[in-house]
């Protein structure tokens, strides 16, 4: 078998009608004439989708309380907000008197407010003031993590499930948040799992190991 | 030698006081020798019987099979499997696409070294449990060093650690791959695309493929895989993740089962941080192509001339 041969031949191919179609293009642009259109892909043009998992949905605050079923009592974030004063500079849980206490935060120089609309808490603002649904909070973090949203888009960051090909099966994607904790971005430490037996691989720089396939 | 009137019982045990010639005597006992050594020679295949079907023993290189032949085979095997693992499993032979050729791509600054990879392909792969066998070694590496002599495969502490960083290792799919050319019996191939596979019920085992890999890619099956039939991958095919036979090599196959019907592998799907991208490099508005002409890949060990179809890099 010469399994390459034949791909070979094909992507020679595919070059050389790629080169035919630029010189095609080249050559209408100097006679003045409209281009012409450029070479339609062959392939199979996608019919399933990509969906973004949802993991934020509209957020709700615990208030400590239970109803008389046992279920905690929540409440938007406006019930609060609505009457007390936006505070600009706060930056840490620890600034605050009461709500929100033990929140975690370490993203950068952030404000609460770099990210949280103060003319309506129950959305999400972006650095030019306009406002972002929950929902949609890409949007926002992309304002920041150009290169992260860049290669988001072009799949080569966070995690995915489902089908390379797209003419043959949907395929499911990570959310920005359901890696990265808003208030603290970190990707979390891990412990590793599944141990490589001490008795295969590579030696270790610990513990000399024979190799073993 | 005849004497009538002293008549004695010659002895037994020496042919020529019985009337035979030295010659003929040398004959028999050569005989016996030969049986003897042939009986020895077989010995193994009457000890593999119970284990080896006469059709299995009789059966033809994978390339060479008709349609028929094949699709019994791949009922023989389903009903081995379930004889001997209690496990229903679908054994199917997925042909390579037309119009596809595949290339993985991983990125090291994302990979945080969790090994996630490696438990998935453990269990999709239905590799033997008790070894803990996979295609993946995750090597952890001192940053600024590619030096793979100083990977650590056996780090066992929470990462990622600040100072190092995480490569795993696989089959690299080389597109000129020298498992393939020491091959003694051509028991593994190329596919045309760009998948090396083995027919493990024609590989005798001489590992010669694994001694040649430079990515330490082939493993040997010691034992008969042990799995509890609850957790045999009940989708499989005759060149991927079927249950392998003790003493063959087996490999990573980018998950042909899967990918060769358009899904993702699944250690792709099981890394919590999207370090892996896998597609077809034939597509130019592939996720793989976007990798490949825009970010700094590298393969490894590049100087051994293998051409990989396994890329790493490095965001800026």
């Given at each position: 078998m010469s399994p390459r041969t034949p791909d070979f031949k094909l992507a020679l191919f595919v070059l050389a009608s790629g080169l035919a179609a630029l010189a095609v293009i080249a050559v209408t642009q100097q006679n003045g004439s409209a281009p012409a259109p450029a070479a339609q892909p062959t392939f199979v043009r996608p019919r399933h989708s990509v969906t973004i998992r949802q993991?934020?949905?509209q957020p709700r605050v615990e208030t400590g309380k239970t109803d008389p079923q046992g279920h905690p009592i929540t409440v938007s974030c406006g019930s609060c907000h609505a009457t007390s004063a936006p505070r600009?500079?706060?930056?840490?849980?620890?600034?605050?008197?009461?709500?929100?206490?033990?929140?975690q935060y370490q993203h950068g120089?952030?404000?609460?407010l770099s990210c949280h609309?103060?003319?309506?808490?129950?959305q999400l603002r972006l650095a030019d003031g306009r406002g972002v649904p929950f929902p949609e909070a890409m949007s926002l973090c992309a304002q920041c993590h150009g290169p992260q949203y860049r290669d988001y888009s072009h799949g080569s960051h966070g995690g995915m499930t489902g089908h390379w090909d797209l003419s043959r099966g949907p395929r499911q994607r990570n959310h920005c948040v359901d890696c990265h904790?808003?208030?603290?971005?970190q990707f979390p430490v891990v412990q590793p799992a599944f141990p490589l037996p001490a008795d295969r691989g590579l030696k270790s720089t610990s513990t000399a190991a024979p190799h073993h396939g | 030698m005849d004497n009538p009137t002293t008549p004695s019982p010659a002895p037994a045990n020496i042919p020529a006081s019985a009337g035979v010639g030295r010659r003929t005597a040398l004959k028999a006992v050569g005989a016996t020798l030969g049986a003897a050594a042939f009986a020895k020679a077989l010995a193994p295949l009457t000890e593999w019987a119970p284990n080896i079907s006469v059709s299995e023993f009789l059966q033809k290189h994978y390339k060479q099979l008709g349609r028929e032949e094949l699709a019994a085979i791949l009922a023989r095997l389903e009903a081995e499997t379930l004889e001997r693992y209690g496990a229903e499993v679908h054994i199917s032979d997925v042909p390579p696409q037309d119009d596809v050729q595949f290339a993985y791509a991983l990125n090291l600054s994302i990979?945080?070294?969790?090994?996630k990879c490696a438990e998935a392909c453990h269990k999709e792969n239905n590799h033997d449990r008790p070894s803990q066998q996979s295609y993946i070694r995750v090597l952890e590496m001192q940053k600024g060093s590619l030096d793979l002599e100083k990977g650590n495969a056996h780090y066992d502490h929470p990462?990622?650690?600040?100072d190092k960083f995480y490569m795993p290792v696989q089959?690299?799919?080389?597109?000129?791959p020298p498992c393939v050319s020491v091959c003694p019996v051509e028991a593994t191939w190329k596919e045309k695309d760009g998948i090396v596979v083995v027919d493990y019920n024609w590989c005798?085992?001489?590992r010669y493929c694994e001694a040649a890999c430079p990515y330490h890619a082939r493993r040997f099956n010691w034992t008969t895989p042990s799995i509890p039939k609850e957790e045999?991958?009940?989708?499989?095919?005759y060149l991927s993740n079927r249950i392998r036979p003790q003493g063959v090599m087996e490999k990573c196959t980018f998950c042909l089962h899967r990918t060769r019907n358009g899904r993702l592998p699944a250690c792709l799907e099981a890394c919590p941080t999207g370090a892996r991208v896998f597609g077809n490099?034939?597509?130019?508005?592939s996720e793989i192509r976007w990798v490949l002409e825009n970010k700094r890949v590298f393969v490894l060990k590049e100087d051994v001339g293998t051409r990989p179809r396994f890329y790493y890099f490095f965001d800026e």
């Open positions: 993991p934020i949905q600009p500079d706060t930056r840490l849980a620890s600034e605050l008197d009461e709500f929100h206490q033990g929140l120089s952030l404000t609460c609309d103060a003319s309506n808490y129950d904790d808003p208030h603290a971005p | 990979c945080i070294g969790c090994r990462v990622p650690q600040k089959c690299h799919q080389c597109d000129r005798i085992g001489c045999v991958t009940p989708v499989q095919a490099l034939l597509d130019p508005d």
